[in-house]
């Protein structure tokens, strides 16, 4: 580790050379945590952005129907779904609005499980159910977000995310051409073999300049998901009126005018969201209680589209419309990062892109993995040497801003200095 204190160096110590080799040891310190969530990350990922494509395959033939005449009723559909595997509680059904499309029906099991099933819209035959949390697609989502362990993995994979960011802004300075090495140079593909480790060093730094551009983004628009960080944005919003007003999760959602009556067919919502002019597909949450009313929103991919509809289960009244432009700007902004994120904000060319992003991310780990172990001494760790630095204004500006802006950063920047005082030092470890 690099000391805090102020050392008997000259005053130039931390510019040019000395400066690029400190740059250079924290950017390796950081790659030692980073690298291996990267990896994870870019794969699980890069895997999750073709969840539709994927389903599609894997239950193609339960999502899809031959239509073989009208729909029956969703009560009717229900049925067979409550007599095997059983409903605990209904929690939605979505309509596709497309005769191929099967019906959907999320609901609680007989055992209490979060399940998804699949219904032939014309027969009423259960196509398939399936344990939401032991879907393929559902665990790889949880193996991306919290490593499969709740909470606490969670954490683990925001801390990878904050010091990536540390490790890009690093790695871009040391991309920056210097010396002998032109911009020209910068930004040409590698020369040489694979087998020299100049080849390697190359092409992490080529590869790093492109995933910059192409995964600092999808970084920085992961991070409202997070519990530290987009635990801070979310009261951010709140206090300042700019937090999501869905009606899904607002405590202001009005119910039903009655607390009693015959409650509407399913399908009479599904139409009421049709005439509303919602688009397919349409997602619709019953009604809790007596007083409560209809829940139903368009599930379409494109944000711009998800309009949300309160209904009375009475009268069918539309008691509430919430449109995505209702939001305030900061809660659109923060959506719409979130669509790029999961490459669904233009289409194929975010799709592409950001698939190139999680190859670019796994090409930057491989490449740093193997520079360092062709350039490693026998039998050490390799840390890059670099000289007992002074913390001049300028960098502890920016260490305190880097620590402001992503917590974790600055949390575990403290825990590591505790730790090199008070063990690595004695043990040599962290030490070319």
Known sequence: MTDTTVSAQPRGLTTGGAFYRLVWKWHFLASLYVLPFMMLLATTGGIYLYKPQIENLLYADQMYV?????????????????????????????????????TMVEFDNANGERSIAWVNPTTGVVLGSHVRDKMPMRVLRNLHGTLLMGDF???????????????????????????????????????????????????HLFAGLLATILVVPILITGLP????????LSYVQDQTGQSSKSLRFSRSVPDSTASEGTTLPFTDVFEIASAEGLTAPYEMRPP??????????????????????????????????????????????VSQGISFHQGEL?????????????????????????????????????????????????????????????????????????????????????RT
């Open 153 to 203: 993995g969670t954490k683990f994979v925001e801390l990878a995310a904050h010091w990536a960011i540390v490790m890009f802004i690093t790695g871009a300075y040391l991309w920056w051409p210097r010396g002998k090495r032109t911009l020209r140079k910068a930004v040409s593909l590698p020369e040489g073999k694979p087998s020299q480790r100049s080849w390697w060093r190359e092409t």
């Open 288 to 333: 809790r209680n007596d007083e409560a009313a209809f829940w139903i929103r368009s599930a379409s991919s494109a944000r711009t589209d998800q309009s949300e509809l309160i209904i009375d289960q009475y009268s069918g009244a539309v008691l509430q419309r919430f449109d995505f432009a209702d939001n305030p700007i900061i809660a659109r902004t």
């Open 346 to 430: 233009y289409g194929w060319l975010n799709l592409a892109q950001n698939t190139i992003a999680a190859l670019l991310a796994l090409l930057l780990s491989v490449s740093g993995f193997v520079a360092w172990w062709k350039r490693r001494p026998a039998g050490k760790l390799g840390v890059p040497a670099a000289p007992e630095a002074a913390l001049g204004w300028g960098m502890m500006a920016l260490v305190v801003g880097l620590s402001l802006l992503f917590p974790l950063v600055g949390a575990s920047l403290i825990v590591a200095l505790i730790l090199d005082w008070l063990l690595f030092r004695r043990l040599g470890l962290f």
């Open 66 to 102: 031959e239509p073989a005449g009208p729909s029956m009723s969703f009560e009717m559909q229900l049925a067979a779904l409550r007599a095997d595997p059983g409903i605990n509680r209904l929690r939605g059904i979505t309509d596709y609005g497309d005769p191929t499309r099967s």
């Open 225 to 232: 998901w997070t519990d530290i960080w987009g635990g801070g």
